[in-house]
């Protein structure tokens, strides 16, 4: 059984450029959540995405934006890139129960990031 | 809102030597709590959860946390560590809200453990 996967696994983009990450959640997930971890400090939640439709969003600009596919999978897309974007770039999926059980997160490897 | 606080961001311990590592939590509501480890140049791994019952809680690897709702403290424990325990260790809360998808985790600032021989 494939867990989370994320593609690329690295990434070097230039300041004012826009990139697209994507990922894949495990199987049988239809909740894709994307989380940013700079150097040194935890994960911060992006957005989170169900149903194909952006249901909680953390506090990001909307330079960041994400689709969901009827797959489930994800893509997270960073326009306008600055330096401070440097990150890696996590994806969580997870299966919604319709109710509030505390289910668990699975994170994928993450996509590194770098903009120069 | 949620906010995490790990108290401690590296932790130097001796193979196997006990380890605690601290993490106090502020919500004004109902939470969950999680302990993520991340190796390096890896993702986040599930250590274990407390959602609601026993306010001990068995992870895997050995790893065991305590929920104390008064002190608002989740403090991850080990008896024996082993070199192969070097990673960063998250802390990490969601609310208990009935939402549509998953609960989005707020996380502490991680704390390094690393076992010397």
């Known amino acids: 059984d494939a867990g989370v996967t994320q593609s690329p696994t690295h990434l070097i983009k230039t300041r004012g450029q826009q990139v697209t990450l994507r990922c894949s959640p495990k199987?049988?997930?239809?909740?894709v959540s994307w989380y940013q971890q700079a150097l040194g400090q935890g994960p911060q939640f992006i957005f989170q995405?169900?149903?194909?439709?952006?249901?909680q969003r953390g506090n990001f600009p909307d330079r960041f934006s994400g689709h969901q596919f009827p797959n489930y999978s994800s893509e997270l897309n960073v326009n306008a890139l600055l330096l401070g974007d440097s990150a890696l770039y996590l994806c969580?999926?997870?299966?919604?129960?319709?109710?509030?059980?505390?289910?668990?997160?699975?994170f994928g490897p993450g996509t590194r990031l770098l903009v120069l | 809102a949620q906010s995490v606080t790990q108290l401690d961001s590296q932790v130097p311990v001796f193979e196997e030597a006990p380890v605690e590592l601290r993490c106090n939590y502020s919500?004004?509501?109902?939470?969950?709590l999680f302990w993520y480890v991340q190796y390096p140049n890896q993702g986040l791994q599930l250590l274990l959860k407390?959602?609601?019952?026993?306010?001990l809680v068995k992870g895997i690897n050995g790893f065991e946390a305590e929920f104390n709702k008064s002190q608002t403290s989740f403090h991850l424990r080990k008896p024996s560590v082993h070199i192969s325990d070097t990673a960063e260790y998250f802390c990490?809360?969601?609310?208990?809200?009935?939402?549509?998808?998953?609960?989005?985790?707020?996380f502490g600032q991680g704390t390094r453990l690393t076992i010397n021989p």
């Open positions: 199987s049988g997930h239809d909740t």
């Open positions: 995405y169900y149903e194909e439709e952006e249901r």
């Open positions: 919500s004004s509501v109902s939470v969950y």
């Open positions: 990490a809360v969601s609310s208990v809200v009935i939402i549509q998808g998953a609960q989005k985790l707020v």
């Open positions: 407390y959602l609601s019952g026993s306010t």
């Open positions: 969580a999926s997870s299966l919604f129960t319709g109710q509030p059980t505390g289910e668990t997160q699975y």
